[in-house]
């Protein structure tokens, strides 16, 4: 299926790093429909505009937009916000939605109860492509290039739409799989949340303790492991609160790990310690 015979129009919510990154994917793959983008601060808008990314130059989109495939890219606990706003300012004839969220339990709840009118249009997807930077002046054309991207189908999905949502994020170059949402908020709570739950931590207590002088002496190592430290306060914020069981469930696995890490540790017990290491080295080596 060609994109353009799934949508004649694409309209994206939220024109940070990742909304970006598909206004310039579109850009970049010749999308032969027309692209149009809203976001909170409406000076995004006009930049987006004058990049040549989106055709409206304001938040009104007057006229009517049919085949459309409308996409929140967006902090998590925002969507409700943000499908309010979006009555106000579009026209939109029987819209396809998606998202790209990280959690996805959480949103299809709030669909539930807040919009419920809109849970068989709503294909939720999660797109593995980011970075510790943000805004639209960091987006990148070819963010989504070879990356995975989640769809979790719901029990309102017609498959149809479903594919088409796959079209669209494989015509950015993204392959797609399909996982349930509790057993993706629970793999990405052990995969993605809890190690920027770990660098976070880690940030927080080594300037704690060294303040200045926390990368004086790193060699780079440090930096690079606390790099996703710097990623957008918000966006984890929602996540942590979006995610909370299955987050505290992974820290308290990530827990029992380094605890018995530091009893090894206390008891100076060599061989234990050489075959945690060992041990460690070559499942993640085997992984990879």
Known sequence: MKLEKAFDNILVVGLGLVGGSILKSLKYYSFGGDVY?????????????????????????????????????????????????????????????????????????????????LISNFVLSHPIAGSEKNGLSSSLPNLFEKKLTIICPHEDNRDSDLKKVECFWNE??????????????????????????????LMDAL????????????????????????????????????????????????????????FLIKDKDDKELLSFFSSVKKSRDSLL
């Open 37 to 117: 983008g809203l976001d909170s601060d409406h000076k995004i808008i006009t930049e987006a505009h004058k990049l040549g990314l989106i055709k409206n130059q304001d938040t009104k989109i007057t006229h009517e937009l049919k085949k459309t495939l409308v996409i929140f890219s967006i902090p998590t606990l925002s969507i409700d916000k943000a499908i309010k706003e979006l009555k106000k300012y579009s026209n939109l004839i029987d819209p396809l939605f998606t998202d790209t969220c990280s959690v996805k339990s959480s949103v299809l709840e709030s669909l539930k109860k807040e919009n419920p009118e």
């Open 172 to 201: 950015l170059k993204s392959l797609t799989k399909r996982l349930p949402p509790d057993y993706h908020d629970d793999i990405f709570a052990k995969t993605s949340h809890l190690p920027h739950v770990i660098s976070f931590t």
């Open 207 to 262: 300037f704690k303790n060294l303040g200045l002088k926390t990368f004086l002496y790193s060699g780079g190592s440090l930096e690079d492991y606390t790099r996703i430290a710097s990623s957008d306060p918000l966006m984890w914020k929602d996540i942590m609160m979006a995610n909370e069981k299955h987050i505290i469930e992974s820290i308290e696995m990530f827990k029992d790990s380094l605890e018995r890490l530091l």
